[in-house]
């Protein structure tokens, strides 16, 4: 009985050293594993990084190199906007990033501050070229303001001084609300819209050389001024036939000017106010 103890006794310890040392022998083999492995990935990863920051610098040399500097800038679209100007503001810009590089947003948005210019479109034109394509606002009246004559576009913005060739606009509107409100926004193009079919109608009756003036204060009742025998006579129109109620007003006025103050065309027959003597 006792020799079967001790023999139970050395197989345990057996068992257990051997147990031992297979439990070590892993811990071995995952840290050689390791070893193997995760260094070169490590130093792979090193070299990746430093590829990319080589690639990233020479990529930037290479844009910014004098293959990509500006040499042509091709301006299409302006009529009214100075293609000097243009040229200028693109050149500039891009002076020291070449067209690779270049903030087309940025040159864009400096293009559309010309009052003229109302969309600018920009694109590359690899190595060396811009092409601006502009698409510019287009006037649609001539309004007289407290500072002077003013061409305006369809929306109502202001666009320019007004000079003298403008042979699109021969008499100015006057009347314009200058106030920064969504009312004068409104009003005024009510008032552009007026002025517009006046243009269309007195030019079927070749009456616009008779006309200085038109006064839309009032959109409803609009008036126009015009010369007769050395004074200039105020004519109210009909709202809905701008056309014939000029055309018949000229006609009764006609060498009457100096007696006349004023007549009222929005009747079927105009009525001649005379001035007081």
Same mark, same amino acid.
């Given at each position: 009985?006792?020799?079967?103890?001790?023999?139970?006794?050395?197989?345990?310890?057996?068992? /257990?050293?051997?147990?031992g040392?297979?439990?070590?022998?892993?811990?071995?083999? %995952?840290?050689?594993?390791?070893?193997?492995?995760?260094?070169?990935?490590?130093?792979?990863?090193?070299?990746?990084a430093?590829?990319?920051?080589?690639?990233?610098?020479?990529?930037?040399?290479?844009?910014a190199?004098? !293959?990509?500097?500006?040499?042509? %800038?091709?301006?299409?679209?302006?009529?009214?906007?100075?293609?000097?100007?243009i040229?200028? %503001?693109?050149?500039?810009e891009?002076?020291?990033?070449?067209?690779?590089?270049?903030?087309?947003?940025?040159?864009k948005?400096?293009?559309?501050?010309?009052?003229?210019?109302?969309?600018?479109?920009?694109?590359?034109?690899?190595?060396?070229?811009?092409?601006?394509?502009?698409?510019?606002?287009?006037?649609?009246?001539?309004?007289?303001?407290?500072?002077?004559?003013? +061409?305006?576009?369809?929306?109502?913005?202001? +666009?320019?001084?007004?000079k003298?060739?403008?042979?699109? !606009?021969? !008499?100015? +509107?006057?009347?314009?609300?200058?106030?920064?409100?969504?009312?004068?926004?409104?009003?005024?193009?009510?008032?552009?819209?007026?002025?517009?079919?006046?243009?269309?109608?007195?030019?079927?009756?070749?009456?616009?050389?008779?006309?200085?003036?038109?006064?839309?204060?009032?959109?409803?009742?609009?008036?126009?001024?015009v010369?007769?025998?050395?004074r200039?006579?105020?004519?109210?129109?009909? /709202?809905?036939?701008?056309?014939?109620?000029?055309?018949?007003? +000229?006609?009764?006025?006609?060498? /009457?000017?100096?007696?006349?103050?004023?007549?009222?065309?929005?009747?079927?027959?105009?009525?001649?106010?005379?001035?007081?003597?």
């Open positions: 009985m006792a020799k079967k103890k001790n023999t139970s006794r050395k197989k345990a310890s057996s068992v /257990k050293i051997r147990g040392r297979s439990a070590g022998s892993r811990g071995g083999g %995952i840290a050689r594993n390791f070893g193997r492995l995760g260094l070169p990935l490590m130093i792979s990863g090193i070299l990746l430093c590829l990319s920051v080589l690639g990233f610098t020479a990529y930037k040399s290479a844009t190199s004098d !293959f990509f500097h500006v040499r042509s %800038i091709d301006i299409r679209g302006n009529q009214r906007t100075s293609s000097e100007d040229r200028r %503001i693109v050149a500039t891009t002076e020291k990033s070449g067209v690779w590089n270049a903030d087309l947003a940025d040159v948005a400096k293009l559309e501050k010309f009052p003229f210019v109302k969309t600018a479109a920009l694109s590359r034109m690899l190595p060396a070229g811009i092409r601006v394509d502009i698409v510019e606002r287009v006037p649609a009246a001539t309004v007289h303001l407290k500072t002077g004559d003013f +061409l305006v576009d369809g929306e109502g913005t202001i +666009l320019s001084t007004a003298g060739e403008e042979r699109d !606009f021969p !008499f100015a +509107l006057t009347g314009w609300d200058e106030a920064k409100s969504e009312k004068a926004m409104t009003d005024n193009v009510a008032r552009l819209k007026v002025y517009k079919r006046m243009l269309e109608e007195w030019k079927q009756f070749d009456l616009l050389s008779r006309v200085k003036s038109v006064d839309l204060t009032n959109p409803r009742q609009p008036t126009a001024i010369e007769d025998s050395g200039q006579v105020t004519i109210t129109l009909a /709202k809905d036939d701008l056309g014939k109620s000029l055309k018949t007003a +000229l006609e009764v006025l006609s060498g /009457k000017g100096a007696k006349v103050k004023g007549v009222d065309a929005e009747g079927v027959y105009p009525v001649i106010e005379y001035l007081d003597f």
